[in-house]
């Protein structure tokens, strides 16, 4: 089995840490922060108490987990 070695301590991320990756506000209560790899990109986003996100779509694969709370995904 091939061995995997990172780089270094730039290639891990703390998604805890508020100050973490490139901050985006995607709307008025939903604030975000992205990290950006050589070949995907991951996205970390905090909705605000009932808190809408806008229908779009995107023409790659995305996946979405629910750390905390509860939503409807609505596709």
Same mark, same amino acid.
């Given at each position: 089995m091939p061995q995997t070695f990172m780089s270094g301590i730039?290639?891990?991320?703390?998604?805890?840490d508020l100050v973490a990756g490139i901050p985006r506000e995607l709307s008025n209560g939903i604030k975000a922060q992205v990290f950006q790899g050589d070949q995907s990109t991951f996205?970390?986003?905090r909705f605000g108490p009932n808190?809408? $996100?806008r229908i779009h779509k995107h023409?790659?694969?995305q996946w979405h987990f629910v750390?905390? $709370?509860?939503?409807?995904?609505?596709?």
């Open positions: 730039e290639d891990l991320f703390n998604v805890d996205m970390i986003a808190m809408p $996100g023409p790659h694969e750390l905390e $709370g509860s939503c409807t995904r609505v596709h």
